[in-house]
């Protein structure tokens, strides 16, 4: 019955340390990999924020001949890989250029690749251009430190940011001082194998089963922005992977032509609602990664102490660099690049230039919470549930 909890406490236990939404995404993009529509996750964050290792601990929870990871591939590669039917493809920073983006943009929605290659005639030696199309159905997961994502790559993935909080990087020293305590060498040699055994195990009994959801049609979404056209689906997709998971806690359907199915039911939707709505959206529908939203909160109090030692409005209170590093104890570089994206969205305003002799100084645009789209017109669980009841 706690399944997801079980898989998020097992990831711990492998050394990932709290983004429990996080990880539960990225463990059910992999094990997606078995339906005929996978579902896929690209991780944006600034190097050192844990990417790769989130990525690698649920690739270690994967049978190992379902996995394929690749850290740097030509341009052609892909199209000469032995099978890339139901794969969980692991795409390190180093794969992104156009060339290989639109392969794989072309596998995620046409479930193919194509290439027309000249090909010489055996019998009569003429060239002639043949469309070579090879199958592909791939679960995949991209991590980049990019924040200006290609519209067309963004389509096709649930985008999430990793925590760069300083909450998160506590947690991360936290359980690095465990490193050579003989608790943790227990683990590495009993608990560890003993997890990762059990859920190549579970992957393996993963059927490919059809899923039904009877109660998407009571289902609200807001329809203020066009990119909620994506997210909304995103969202039914996520519910039916959460369903595909739990197969084995449901009984399992036949339809009329005699095809097993699985229905949806509300605790798939309470499991899908809580990743997306407090996970996946609260993240990118700000399009600003939880690092510059953390900086912005502390910078607004950092003015609002200021102006109120000096009688005047938070937003007419400027600082630099320098001083909100001593203010609040961030590093320079985090500093740096979260400012910059303030300043892009305009949250903040650079008053001066940078240049050499001439610092750059902030100050708040206004002071006022960043704006966010406005949820809650997703019905909860306890809504759904009421709703299904008519």
């Not at 039904?212 to 049609?217: D, I, L, M, Q, R």
């Not at 996946?280 to 102006?307: F, G, H, N, Q, W």
Request: glycine share 4%; with cysteine; proline share 3%.
């Amino acid at each position: 019955p706690n399944l997801f909890d079980e898989i998020a406490q097992d990831m711990t236990t492998l050394g990932y340390v709290g983004e429990e939404l996080n990880k539960k995404l990225v463990y059910l993009a992999a094990s997606s990999r078995v339906l005929d529509d996978p579902i896929s996750v690209m991780i944006l964050s600034q190097s050192a924020s844990g990417k790769s290792m989130l990525v690698d601990t649920v690739k270690r929870l994967i049978p190992e001949d379902d996995v394929i990871a690749i850290t740097s591939l030509s341009d052609q590669a892909l199209n000469y890989i032995s099978s890339l039917m139901h794969k969980f493809l692991v795409l390190g920073e180093a794969v992104h250029n156009e060339v290989i983006e639109h392969q794989i943009r072309e596998m995620l929605s046409g479930k193919e690749l194509s290439r027309l290659v000249t090909l010489k005639d055996p019998k009569t030696g003429e060239l002639a251009s043949t469309l070579v199309r090879t199958p592909a159905v791939v679960a995949a997961v991209m991590s980049t430190t990019r924040q200006n994502i290609n519209p067309e790559n963004s389509s096709r993935f649930f985008l999430i940011n990793a925590d760069e909080t300083r909450e998160q990087t506590k947690k991360i020293h936290e359980a690095q001082r465990r490193k050579y305590t003989l608790k943790r060498y227990d683990e590495k040699e009993k608990q560890i194998p003993a997890i990762i055994a059990k859920h190549h195990a579970a992957q393996q009994l993963l059927r490919n089963i059809l899923v039904v959801n009877e109660f998407a049609y009571q289902l609200d979404f807001p329809d203020v922005f066009m990119r909620t056209r994506r997210d909304h689906d995103r969202f039914i997709d996520l519910i039916a992977a959460v369903c595909f998971l739990r197969q084995y806690q449901k009984e399992a359907k036949q339809t009329q032509d005699g095809r097993e199915y699985v229905e949806c039911d509300l605790t798939d939707y309470e499991i899908a609602y809580e990743i997306m709505v407090k996970g996946v959206l609260s993240a990118t529908l700000l399009e600003l990664p939880k690092s510059a939203v953390e900086l912005y909160d502390a910078l607004r109090e950092l003015a609002r102490d200021r102006a109120k030692k000096e009688g005047v409005k938070a937003h007419e209170k400027t600082f630099t660099q320098r001083e909100i590093r001593e203010e609040t104890g961030y590093g320079h570089t985090w500093i740096r690049q979260n400012l910059r994206l303030l300043v892009d969205y305009e949250y903040v305003v650079l008053r001066r230039g940078g240049k050499e002799r001439s610092k750059g100084v902030y100050r708040l645009k206004e002071d006022c919470d960043i704006e966010t789209l406005n949820l809650s017109m997703i019905p909860d669980p306890e809504a759904m549930r009421t709703k299904t009841r008519r």
